[in-house]
């Protein structure tokens, strides 16, 4: 079982360039989001999912999109990245919504130049 | 809104002294609340949660954590650190159908 894997760990991107942050999980957990973490803000979640097809918006969504034609892929795509997308990125995912136990991926630190 | 504050950004403990984080929440019903641990450069691990019943409940790695509803508030608790317990520790509340609002973080230090 590898619980929640991201990909990549780091990441260099400059302003204007759009990329993907990849995670799965394998645990066949139907809720899976998106944080990002930055110093003294906690994590802020970005998109969540609550099952394959379905997506809605967290606190700070802007300049983020995200799709899940899976149950066990949950993609976050940048469109066009700005240095106030540096951040350390987590997915996570859990049986059910906030009431239930969130298990975490590794991360990816993003800067953006 | 549901909202989270954790009072202090950081904490320095000596090793084998006991440790208190502090953590208040904000919320219309009763929540769920938990407590997370992130070691540098790693992600989040749970360290305990509570959502009914007895207000002190029991994590992993020897915290315990008590709800107290007229305070609302879901302080952390170890009666003697070790120097592998220096991590970030992150509170969070949470209800069915909500998704988490996570803590600023408390930075824990543990001196020799």
């Known amino acids: 079982n590898a619980g929640v894997t991201q990909t990549p760990k780091f990441q260099v991107l400059k302003t204007g360039q759009s990329m993907t942050l990849q995670c799965a999980q394998d645990m066949n957990h139907e809720y899976m989001s998106w944080y990002r973490q930055d110093p003294g803000m906690g994590l802020r979640l970005i998109h969540y999912?609550?099952?394959?097809?379905?997506?809605d918006q967290g606190e700070v969504p802007n300049g983020y999109n995200v799709s899940r034609s899976t149950t066990e892929d949950f993609p976050l795509r940048l469109l066009s990245a700005a240095p106030s997308q540096t951040s350390v990125y987590f997915c996570?995912?859990?049986?059910?919504?906030?009431?239930?136990?969130?298990?975490f991926g590794p991360g990816t630190r993003l800067t953006v130049l | 809104a549901q909202s989270v504050t954790q009072p202090d950004i950081h904490i320095t403990v000596s090793e084998g002294a006991s440790l208190e984080l502090r953590c208040n929440y904000s919320y219309g019903a009763t929540p769920y609340l938990f407590w997370y641990v992130q070691s540098p450069g790693q992600g989040l691990q749970l360290l305990l949660k509570y959502f009914s019943g007895d207000t002190l409940v029991q994590g992993i790695k020897g915290f315990e954590a008590e709800f107290k509803r007229s305070q609302s508030s879901f302080n952390l608790r170890k009666p003697s650190v070790h120097w592998s317990d220096a991590a970030e520790y992150f509170c969070a509340v949470g209800a069915a159908g909500n998704m988490l609002t996570f803590g600023g973080g408390t930075r824990l230090m543990v001196k020799p």
């Open positions: 996570a995912s859990s049986w059910t919504s906030g009431g239930d136990t969130q298990y």
């Open positions: 999912s609550v099952g394959a097809g379905i997506t």
